[in-house]
C-alpha cells in the first residue's frame, strides 16, 4: 500500500492545471488515508461540460465532502441535497449552468451503522491535506465568487473562527481569493428536526444565494 504523503495532496497536484488532468490525477492522491475507505476521489464538476479545461464560471459552490451518492456515482452534489441546491439555485434565479460544484475534501468519510455508510465529518487535518486539491480548483475555473456551503468549506477559507450562525451570507474577503460569501449546507436543511427549522434554514439559504446573485449582478 503506498505510504501517505507527509505535505498531504501537494505532491499529487499535477503541474497542468487543467480540469481533465487534475480530475484524473485526484484518483491517484495519497495525501491522507480518506481514500483508503472510499469507492473513488470526487472531483468538482460544472453541470454544463465537465471536460471543458478552463470554464467560465460565474460561482464556485463549496461543500464539505462527497456523500454515500457521490462516491458511489463520482459526481458532486447528485444525492439528496445537490437536488435541494439546485431547486434553491433555480428560486434564487441563478444560471446553474455557470455554478461549478465542488468539496473542501474529495474523499468519502464515513463510519459503518449496520449496513449503512454514514457521514463522518472531516478532521482539520484532513482538511488541510485536501487543500492544494481545492487551490488547483480556484486557480483553474477562476470563479466571480465562491460559495461555501456549511462551516467545513467556510472555516477552511475563512479561518477557524468564523460562524456561519453569524456571518451567513455576508460578503467577505480575503487576499488572494475572489469574494466569497458562506451559508447553510442544503444537508443541514435534510436534518432539521422539525418543518419550522426546514422552513426557517430553507430560507435563509434562499436569501443567501439571492444576495450571492445579486453581487454578481453588479
Ligand atoms: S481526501 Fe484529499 S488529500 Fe485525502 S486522499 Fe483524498 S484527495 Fe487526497
Redesign the pocket.
Known sequence: MPAIAKE??TP?VPEDLTLPVLREA?QN????D??QNATQ?VFGELETGASLKRPKVAIMMIGEQPGNQEDKEGRPFVGPAGKLLDKCLQEAEIDRRKVYVTNT???FKWEPRGRLRIHKKPSMK?VH??RP?LEAELEVVRPALVVCLGAVAAQSLLGSGFKITQSHGKLQHREGFPPIIATIHPSAILRARTSEDRDRDTNVLLDDLRHANTFLAR
Open positions: 498531504g495532496a499529487f485526484v492522491c495519497r495525501g491522507c480518506l481514500y476521489a475534501v474529495k474523499h484532513e491535506a485536501c486539491w
